[in-house]
């Protein structure tokens, strides 16, 4: 099992940045997949983006593409996601999330370990 906790939200202007964390307790980080996901109020939460345990590979939802990077520090148990070019619709609560390899890594479903989130919002 393994427990999360964001941080790094705020508010920030159309066009500017924030990197969000996502530290992880136990010591079994590496053996997770860790996604992110975004829930905009009165909206179905979005896959955001994914990273594998090894960190070597990541995959994006197409509306983050080329803004967004994610990432992770193993030996801080610690994922990270770089966003750029903000823009008012990224407004949303930023989930990071926990599973194993496989699957559909883009649906929520498959991810039964979850933190509470942080507030990102984007103003115009």
């Known amino acids: 099992q393994v427990q999360l906790v964001e941080s790094g939200g705020g508010l920030v202007q159309a066009g500017g940045s924030l990197r969000l964390s996502c530290a992880a307790s136990g010591r079994t980080f590496s053996t997770y997949l860790i996604g992110w996901f975004r829930q905009a109020p009165g909206k179905e939460r979005e896959f955001v983006a994914a990273?594998?345990?090894?960190?070597?590979?990541?995959y994006y939802a197409n509306s983050v593409k080329g803004r967004f990077s994610i990432s992770r520090d193993n030996a801080k148990s610690t994922a990270y996601l770089q966003m750029s070019t903000l823009k008012p619709e990224d407004t949303a609560v930023y989930l990071c999330a926990a599973r194993y390899f496989g699957g559909d890594l883009s649906s929520s479903r498959e991810y039964p370990y979850w933190g509470q989130g942080t507030q990102v919002t984007v103003s115009s």
């Open positions: 990273v594998t345990g090894t960190g070597g590979r990541t």
